[in-house]
């Protein structure tokens, strides 16, 4: 009788594990991807969003001077212009969008791969 009730114990743990699992490599898989969001306001391009005690602004920053070249893209820093980061809800920085002409955007949180941003560059057509 013993052994029943440790077999019908298992069987439940063993589904939230596996669920657990589950839901995990789903969030680890969304956070690989741009999220998509509305960035009207915003002119066409590639924009950075940063702070001024930014550790991993300077990477970004320079990341996208060496792929974009320095004028690829915009800078918008949070002491400067406090509003974009309000109306796009922008609470970490770095984070860099990709706007298209109809105001939509790709957000990227952090470090976003020199792929990304050559497919970006492409996006938004830079010229």
């Known amino acids: 009788m013993f052994e029943n009730e440790a077999l019908g114990l298992l ?26 969001r509305t960035m009207n306001g915003l002119e066409p391009g590639i924009v950075l969003f940063t702070s001024q005690k930014c550790p991993g602004c300077d990477p970004v920053r320079d990341l996208l001077t060496e792929v974009l ?20 809800k922008i609470d970490r920085v770095p ?3 990709a706007v298209d002409s109809e105001g939509v955007g790709r957000v990227w949180e952090g470090m976003p ?8 560059k ?5 010229g």
């Open 11 to 36: 069987v439940p743990l063993v589904v939230l594990v596996a669920a657990s699992a589950v839901a995990l490599l789903a969030n680890l898989v969304d956070r690989r991807r741009p999220k998509r």
């Open 69 to 88: 070249g320095p004028k690829g893209f915009r800078e918008i820093k949070w002491t400067e212009e406090p509003q974009p980061f309000q109306t796009h």
């Open 95 to 97: 984070t860099t969008a």
């Open 113 to 120: 791969s020199v792929r990304l941003l050559q497919k970006w």
């Open 122 to 126: 492409s996006f938004v057509y830079l």
